[in-house]
C-alpha cells in the first residue's frame, strides 16, 4: 500500500500558503483544507537521520573552525564561486519552488510557472548589477553596503529594522510551513516538528556558522537536485521520452483539458501578473540572508561565479519544474489512490510532487523526496537565523553600539548568544501563528525587500546624489507603503480580517511601491542642499574606485561625518 | 593604470552593466505578454506539437538568461580588476 494513502488521523489545516513564495486568490495551492496527517513513514525518516547525522558531523567539524566573527558571518570568506553557488541555490530553491510551484502547475498547468521564471531572473541582474559592487562595498551584510557612503547610524537603524522585518517574515512563514509541511510528510505533531527544526538549525548555526550552513546547503541543493533529475527522468520514461506525450497526456488528463497548456487558468490579468514579476525579481534582489552569501567569498571573480552557478543549478531545477508539474498532471488526476473520498488531492496541492515521486518511484523515491524537503527547510532556515543575527551582533552591536570596534571575543558570544534567541523566537512564533492564516507573511518579506533594500542597495551603488536624507526617508516610505497596501489587499483585508471586497486588488504592491520609494529617494536627495548631503555625494566619487577594484585598490578613506 | 583610466574603465563597465540588466529586464517583462491580446499568438501550438509558445517562451528565457550571464562573464575576464581579496 502507498503509505501517503493510509489515513491514521485526520486533522483540520488551515492555509500553509507561508511555505510558498505565492500567491493569489484560491491559487495558492497551499497544504489546507481537510487533509490527513500521515502515519510515520520509516524510509523517510531513515533517509532523513541520515542527512541529519551528516550535517551534524559536518557542523562538528565546522565549529572547530569558527573561531572569528568572521568565520561566523561569511566562513572566512573562504568558500568557492562552485560552492558558493551551490549553496546559493539549495538556499534559494526553498520547498515553496518544490512543493509550491509544482502544485500550481498541476492545478493550473502553465500559469504555475510565473513563480518560476520571477525566481530564476533575479539571478541574472544579481550577476550583471549586483555581486561585484556588493562584494567590494560590504564586508559581512548588506547594511555595510549601504552605510558606507551616507551617514551610517541612521540608514544602518533603517537597513537593520528591514533586514530584521524580512527575516522574521520569511522565518515565520518557513516554521508554519515546516510544521505542516513535515506533519504531513512524516507523521509527527505539529509543535514536535517545528521544535526539531529550530533544534537542528540551531545545532548547525550556533557552532558551525556560516561554514556549516554553507554544506548543509550544499548538500541539500545536490540531493534535492538529484530527486528532481531522477523524478522527471521517471516522469519522462511514462511520456516514452516525449516532452509532447508529457503534454498531451497532462491535457487529456487535466479537467481544464489543453487549457493548461497556455496562460489563463489561475491568472488572466496582465497587471497582477506584473505586481507578481516585480515582487520576486527585485525582493530576491533585496532578500538579505542572500546578498550575504557574497561576502563568503575570496575575491569579486568568485563572487560573480558564485552568481553565474546559482543561476545554471536554478535554470536546470526550474526547467526540470516543468516535467514534474505537467507530470503531475498526467499521472495523478486519474489515478483515484492520490485523493480523499470527496475527490480533493490528498494533503492539498503542494503535495503533488510528492504524490507524483509516489507514482512514478515507489515508497523509496517518496521517502528521498520527503526527507529532501525536510532538509531544505533546515537549509532555508539555517541562512535566515545566520543573516538575523548578524544583523543584531554585527550590525547594530560591532558597528553601531561599539562604532566598529568591538570586542571579538564579545561580539562572537552574543552572535552565538542571538542565534539562540532566534531560534526559540523561531519555535514561539510557529506555534502562535499555528492556525492563522499566514499568506500575507509569505508575501510580505519579497515586498519589503523590493520596496525597502533594494531601491538603498541599488542607488547607494550607482547613484551620486543620493544621500542619507533621501535614503532613509525613501526606505521608510517604502516600508509604510509595503505594509498598508499588503493590509489592504485580498490577503489580508478580506482572507484575514473578513470584509467583503478589497480596497487594493493586488496582493504584491511592489510594482506600485518599488517606483514610490525610488521617487522619493530622489526627491528627497535633490532637495537635500545640507552639508552631510555634500559629503555623502563626496564619499560615492570617493568609493567609486573601490567598488569596481576591491578594498585593496588604495582608495581614499570616506567622511563618516 | 592610473585613476583617470580607472575612472574611465569603470564608467564603460558601468554601461554594460546597464545595457546587460535593461535587456534582461525587458525580455523579463515580455513574459505579461502571455497575458496581453498583442501576445495571444504565444497560446497557440507550435506545429503539430503540443507545445505553445507561451511554453517555449519560459524555456528560452530560461536559456537565454544564462547564455547572456556566459557572454558577460567572458566579456570581464579582466584580470587586472577582478583580482582583488576582500
Same mark, same amino acid.
Given at each position: 500500500?502507498?503509505?501517503?494513502?493510509?489515513?491514521?488521523?485526520?486533522?483540520?489545516? =488551515?492555509?500553509?500558503?507561508?511555505?510558498?513564495?505565492?500567491?493569489?486568490?484560491?491559487?495558492?495551492?497551499?497544504?489546507?483544507?481537510?487533509?490527513?496527517?500521515?502515519?510515520?513513514?520509516?524510509?523517510?525518516?531513515?533517509?532523513?537521520?541520515?542527512?541529519?547525522?551528516?550535517?551534524?558531523?559536518?557542523?562538528?567539524?565546522?565549529?572547530?573552525?569558527?573561531?572569528?566573527?568572521?568565520?561566523?558571518?561569511?566562513?572566512?570568506?573562504?568558500?568557492? #564561486? =562552485?560552492?558558493?553557488?551551490?549553496?546559493?541555490?539549495?538556499?534559494?530553491?526553498?520547498?515553496?519552488?518544490?512543493?509550491?510551484?509544482?502544485?500550481?502547475?498541476?492545478?493550473?498547468?502553465?500559469?504555475?510557472?510565473?513563480?518560476?521564471?520571477?525566481?530564476?531572473?533575479?539571478?541574472?541582474?544579481?550577476?550583471?548589477?549586483?555581486?561585484?559592487?556588493?562584494?567590494?562595498?560590504?564586508?559581512?551584510?548588506?547594511?555595510?553596503?549601504?552605510?558606507?557612503?551616507?551617514?551610517?547610524?541612521?540608514?544602518?537603524?533603517?537597513?537593520?529594522?528591514?533586514?530584521?522585518?524580512?527575516?522574521?517574515?520569511?522565518?515565520?512563514?518557513?516554521?508554519?510551513?515546516?510544521?505542516?509541511?513535515?506533519?504531513?510528510?512524516?507523521?509527527?505533531?505539529?509543535?514536535?516538528?517545528?521544535?526539531?527544526?529550530?533544534?537542528?538549525?540551531?545545532?548547525?548555526?550556533?557552532?558551525?556558522?556560516?561554514?556549516?550552513?554553507?554544506?548543509?546547503?550544499?548538500?541539500?541543493?545536490?540531493? !534535492?537536485?538529484?530527486?528532481?533529475?531522477?523524478?522527471?527522468?521517471?516522469?519522462?520514461?511514462?511520456?516514452?521520452?516525449?516532452?509532447?506525450?508529457?503534454?498531451?497526456?497532462?491535457?487529456?488528463?487535466?479537467?481544464?483539458?489543453?487549457?493548461?497548456?497556455?496562460?489563463?487558468?489561475?491568472?488572466?490579468?496582465?497587471?497582477?501578473?506584473?505586481?507578481?514579476?516585480?515582487?520576486?525579481?527585485? #525582493?530576491?534582489?533585496?532578500?538579505?540572508?542572500?546578498?550575504?552569501?557574497?561576502?563568503?567569498?575570496?575575491?569579486?571573480?568568485?563572487?560573480?561565479?558564485?552568481?553565474?552557478?546559482?543561476?545554471?543549478?536554478?535554470?536546470?531545477?526550474?526547467?526540470?519544474?516543468?516535467?514534474?508539474?505537467?507530470?503531475?498532471?498526467?499521472?495523478?488526476?486519474?489515478?483515484?489512490?492520490?485523493?480523499?473520498?470527496?475527490?480533493?488531492?490528498? #494533503?492539498?496541492?503542494?503535495?503533488?510532487?510528492?504524490? =507524483?515521486?509516489?507514482?512514478?518511484?515507489?515508497?523509496?523515491?517518496?521517502?528521498?523526496?520527503?526527507?529532501?524537503?525536510?532538509?531544505?527547510?533546515?537549509?532555508?532556515?539555517?541562512?535566515?537565523?545566520?543573516?538575523?543575527?548578524?544583523?543584531?551582533?554585527?550590525?547594530?552591536?560591532?558597528?553601531?553600539?561599539?562604532?566598529?570596534?568591538?570586542?571579538?571575543?564579545?561580539?562572537?558570544?552574543?552572535?552565538?548568544?542571538?542565534?539562540?534567541?532566534?531560534?526559540?523566537?523561531?519555535?514561539?512564533?510557529?506555534?502562535?501563528?499555528?492556525?492563522?492564516?499566514?499568506?500575507?507573511?509569505?508575501?510580505?518579506?519579497?515586498?519589503?525587500?523590493?520596496?525597502?533594500?533594494?531601491?538603498?542597495?541599488?542607488?547607494?551603488?550607482?547613484?551620486?546624489?543620493?544621500?542619507?536624507?533621501?535614503?532613509?526617508?525613501?526606505?521608510?516610505?517604502? =516600508?509604510?507603503?509595503?505594509?498598508?497596501?499588503?493590509?489592504?489587499?485580498?490577503?489580508?483585508?478580506?482572507?484575514?480580517?473578513?470584509?467583503?471586497?478589497? !480596497?487594493?486588488?493586488?496582493?504584491?504592491?511592489?510594482?506600485?511601491?518599488?517606483? !514610490?520609494?525610488?521617487?522619493?529617494?530622489?526627491?528627497?536627495?535633490?532637495?537635500?542642499?545640507?552639508?552631510?548631503?555634500?559629503?555623502?555625494?563626496?564619499?560615492?566619487?570617493?568609493?567609486?574606485?573601490?567598488?569596481?577594484?576591491?578594498?585593496?585598490?588604495?582608495?581614499?578613506?570616506?567622511?563618516?561625518? | 593604470?592610473?585613476?583617470?583610466?580607472?575612472?574611465?574603465?569603470?564608467?564603460?563597465?558601468?554601461?554594460?552593466?546597464?545595457?546587460?540588466?535593461?535587456?534582461?529586464?525587458?525580455?523579463?517583462?515580455?513574459?505579461?505578454?502571455?497575458?496581453?491580446?498583442?501576445?495571444?499568438?504565444?497560446?497557440?501550438?507550435?506545429?503539430?506539437?503540443?507545445?505553445?509558445?507561451?511554453?517555449?517562451?519560459?524555456?528560452?528565457?530560461?536559456?537565454?538568461?544564462?547564455?547572456?550571464?556566459?557572454?558577460?562573464?567572458?566579456?570581464?575576464?579582466?584580470?587586472?580588476?577582478?583580482?582583488?581579496?576582500?
Amino acid at each position: 500500500m502507498n503509505f501517503v494513502t493510509a489515513i491514521p488521523a485526520r486533522i483540520f489545516v =488551515l492555509s500553509v500558503v507561508g511555505l510558498l513564495v505565492t500567491q493569489d486568490a484560491g491559487a495558492a495551492g497551499a497544504i489546507e483544507g481537510e487533509v490527513e496527517r500521515q502515519p510515520l513513514n520509516p524510509v523517510a525518516i531513515t533517509m532523513f537521520l541520515i542527512f541529519v547525522a551528516a550535517t551534524l558531523v559536518i557542523s562538528y567539524w565546522a565549529s572547530k573552525r569558527t573561531k572569528s566573527s568572521k568565520d561566523f558571518y561569511t566562513a572566512g570568506g573562504e568558500i568557492s #564561486g =562552485l560552492q558558493n553557488g551551490t549553496a546559493i541555490a539549495g538556499d534559494f530553491m526553498s520547498a515553496a519552488s518544490f512543493l509550491g510551484i509544482t502544485g500550481l502547475i498541476y492545478l493550473g498547468g502553465f500559469d504555475g510557472l510565473v513563480l518560476a521564471i520571477g525566481a530564476f531572473s533575479a539571478w541574472p541582474i544579481m550577476l550583471f548589477l549586483l555581486a561585484k559592487r556588493v562584494r567590494n562595498m560590504g564586508k559581512f551584510t548588506f547594511v555595510d553596503v549601504v552605510s558606507m557612503r551616507l551617514e551610517k547610524s541612521g540608514i544602518r537603524l533603517v537597513a537593520i529594522s528591514s533586514t530584521l522585518i524580512v527575516v522574521i517574515l520569511y522565518l515565520i512563514a518557513q516554521m508554519v510551513g515546516a510544521g505542516k509541511l513535515i506533519e504531513l510528510l512524516f507523521g509527527l505533531p505539529y509543535e514536535s516538528a517545528v521544535i526539531s527544526v529550530s533544534v537542528l538549525v540551531l545545532a548547525y548555526v550556533t557552532f558551525g556558522g556560516m561554514l556549516a550552513t554553507t554544506w548543509v546547503q550544499i548538500i541539500k541543493a545536490v540531493l !534535492l537536485m538529484i530527486g528532481v533529475t531522477i523524478t522527471a527522468f521517471l516522469v519522462m520514461k511514462e511520456a516514452g521520452f516525449s516532452m509532447d506525450a508529457l503534454l498531451a497526456g497532462a491535457a487529456d488528463n487535466h479537467p481544464r483539458g489543453e487549457a493548461i497548456l497556455s496562460p489563463g487558468v489561475l491568472f488572466k490579468d496582465p497587471v497582477q501578473i506584473a505586481t507578481i514579476q516585480v515582487s520576486m525579481l527585485f #525582493g530576491i534582489l533585496g532578500l538579505p540572508h542572500i546578498l550575504m552569501r557574497l561576502f563568503t567569498v575570496p575575491t569579486m571573480q568568485e563572487a560573480k561565479k558564485s552568481a553565474f552557478y546559482a543561476s545554471l543549478f536554478m535554470g536546470y531545477f526550474y526547467l526540470m519544474l516543468v516535467i514534474l508539474g505537467f507530470g503531475t498532471a498526467m499521472l495523478l488526476y486519474n489515478n483515484p489512490d492520490f485523493f480523499t473520498s470527496d475527490g480533493k488531492l490528498i #494533503g492539498g496541492n503542494n503535495m503533488a510532487a510528492i504524490h =507524483l515521486a509516489s507514482a512514478v518511484g515507489g515508497d523509496f523515491l517518496t521517502g528521498f523526496m520527503s526527507a529532501v524537503s525536510f532538509a531544505t527547510i533546515l537549509a532555508v532556515v539555517a541562512g535566515l537565523t545566520v543573516s538575523g543575527a548578524a544583523a543584531i551582533s554585527h550590525d547594530l552591536y560591532a558597528e553601531m553600539i561599539c562604532n566598529g570596534k568591538p570586542d571579538p571575543k564579545k561580539e562572537l558570544m552574543l552572535t552565538r548568544l542571538t542565534t539562540v534567541v532566534i531560534g526559540v523566537i523561531a519555535v514561539i512564533l510557529g506555534i502562535l501563528f499555528q492556525n492563522e492564516n499566514v499568506a500575507f507573511i509569505a508575501a510580505m518579506p519579497m515586498v519589503v525587500a523590493a520596496s525597502v533594500n533594494f531601491p538603498i542597495l541599488f542607488l547607494s551603488l550607482f547613484w551620486p546624489g543620493l544621500t542619507t536624507r533621501g535614503a532613509i526617508v525613501g526606505a521608510l516610505v517604502g =516600508l509604510a507603503s509595503s505594509v498598508i497596501l499588503i493590509v489592504v489587499g485580498p490577503q489580508v483585508w478580506v482572507s484575514v480580517l473578513g470584509f467583503e471586497k478589497a !480596497l487594493f486588488p493586488y496582493n504584491y504592491p511592489a510594482l506600485f511601491t518599488l517606483p !514610490l520609494a525610488l521617487l522619493v529617494c530622489w526627491v528627497m536627495s535633490v532637495t537635500d542642499k545640507s552639508d552631510r548631503a555634500q559629503v555623502d555625494k563626496d564619499n560615492y566619487q570617493k568609493l567609486l574606485i573601490r567598488s569596481e577594484y576591491g578594498p585593496d585598490s588604495g582608495e581614499l578613506e570616506v567622511a563618516r561625518h | 593604470m592610473d585613476k583617470k583610466e580607472k575612472l574611465e574603465v569603470i564608467k564603460r563597465k558601468v554601461r554594460q552593466r546597464f545595457l546587460f540588466s535593461a535587456f534582461t529586464i525587458a525580455l523579463y517583462f515580455s513574459y505579461v505578454l502571455n497575458y496581453t491580446s498583442a501576445g495571444s499568438f504565444l497560446s497557440k501550438q507550435i506545429g503539430d506539437t503540443h507545445i505553445t509558445g507561451s511554453l517555449a517562451l519560459y524555456a528560452a528565457l530560461i536559456v537565454v538568461f544564462i547564455i547572456l550571464e556566459l557572454i558577460f562573464l567572458q566579456i570581464n575576464r579582466d584580470k587586472k580588476t577582478d583580482s582583488g581579496r576582500g
